[in-house]
């Protein structure tokens, strides 16, 4: 596609539940990123995974957060026994080789946990 | 560690005036700046970048940027202000020589323009 893909764009679930959310990079990009939007608190990095290397998993709030990258494409963000607190609008974005190279924002996920 | 500040959740301006949003960073060494867009109901869009060189960029959509090392800024400001610049604006900073360090988001911006 020509885009950052993301899905589902919205997910209500309920506390306790795990949820797992999608992203699908621009082709040939080597780097993604998962950030989490807040309301009044702009963009929190989650995780990061470049090429082959370990990803930086420095952002994950806590170990009810992973992300696997499979096959150098394909993101899955899974948060186990959701919180209300976990409510945000999840954000993945791709870029070229370079860590400093432009961010490819997808439209994100809309999580919702009551 | 790298951190990005805009004091100003929000700014509200007239059409047809000169907008400026605010940023300023702090990181080791010297950093690389972008501004990212977040129009509603929309993903962000890359606005701009300073790496090097001169330290007025431009962007898309008739913005600008100014890096003021000395005061640790990198204000984006646009000359004549449209309506459809009504979004949401995030500041991003990275050490030049971090090899794998991901952007740092400051808290967004909300611009207003009013007609």
């Known amino acids: 596609g020509a885009g950052v893909s993301q899905s589902p764009s919205n997910k209500v679930t309920e506390k306790g539940k795990d949820v797992e959310l999608r992203c699908d990079p621009i082709s040939g990009h080597t780097a993604l990123y998962w950030y989490r939007q807040s309301l009044g608190q702009g963009l929190e990095f989650l995780i990061y995974?470049?090429?082959?290397?370990?990803?930086?998993k420095s952002g994950l709030p806590s170990d009810r957060f992973s992300a696997e990258r499979t096959g150098g494409s394909v993101s899955t963000l899974t948060i186990q026994r959701t919180q209300q607190e976990d409510s945000a609008v999840y954000l993945c974005?791709?870029?070229?080789?370079?860590?400093?190279?432009?961010?490819?924002f997808g439209s994100g996920t809309q999580l919702s946990v009551l | 560690a790298q951190s990005v500040a805009q004091p100003e959740d929000q700014v509200n301006v007239a059409e047809g005036n000169p907008l400026t949003v605010k940023c300023t960073y702090s990181v080791s060494g010297n950093p690389y700046l972008f501004w990212y867009v977040q129009y509603p109901n929309r993903g962000l869009q890359f606005l701009l970048k300073?790496?090097?060189?001169?330290?007025l960029v431009k962007g898309s959509y008739g913005f600008e940027a100014e890096f003021n090392k000395s005061q640790t800024s990198f204000h984006l400001k646009k000359p004549s202000a449209l309506v459809s610049d009504s979004a949401l604006y995030f500041c991003?900073?990275?050490?030049?020589?971090?090899?794998?360090?991901?952007?740092?988001f400051g808290k967004g911006t909300r611009l207003s323009v009013i007609a």
């Open positions: 995974f470049q090429g082959n290397s370990a990803p930086d």
């Open positions: 991003a900073v990275s050490p030049r020589n971090s090899g794998n360090t991901p952007l740092v």
């Open positions: 974005a791709s870029s070229p080789l370079l860590i400093n190279e432009k961010l490819f």
């Open positions: 300073y790496i090097t060189g001169d330290n």
